[in-house]
């Protein structure tokens, strides 16, 4: 039932800046955290950044200082805001959601490809 798409990714140099969306519905938006994972060729996935206990944020060592998540309740969306990015963020962005109150599930849009190349 929840769905999620994610847009925003693309082409951009290194030293430039992204930002990503990801648009919910289908769901009560509070009874989720939200976040993203990404996942390069030949790569694990890697939890980028997320929501956790409501307001709480997690990043990646690898994204730390760069890249911020924020969530707007109002219009049920996350983002991730992107900045100073590096060849190796070169990957496909996944939003997911995770249902914490009542049954546990967790769903994922289709992701977004994100490239960072000169």
């Known amino acids: 039932q929840v769905q999620l798409v994610e847009s925003g990714g693309g082409l951009v140099q290194p030293g430039g800046s992204l930002r990503l969306s990801c648009a919910f519905s289908g769901g009560t938006f509070r009874f989720y955290d939200m976040g993203w994972y990404r996942q390069a060729p030949g790569n694990q996935r890697e939890l980028a950044a997320s929501?956790?206990?409501?307001?709480?944020?997690n990043y990646a060592d690898s994204v730390k200082g760069r890249f911020t998540i924020s969530r707007d309740n109002a219009k049920n969306t996350v983002s991730l805001q992107m900045n100073n990015l590096k060849p190796e963020d070169t990957a496909v962005y996944y939003c997911?959601?995770?249902?914490?109150?009542?049954?546990?599930?967790?769903?994922w849009g289709p992701g977004t490809q994100v490239t960072v190349s000169s």
């Open positions: 929501f956790s206990r409501g307001a709480d944020t």
């Open positions: 997911y959601a995770r249902r914490v109150i009542g049954f546990r599930t967790i769903d």
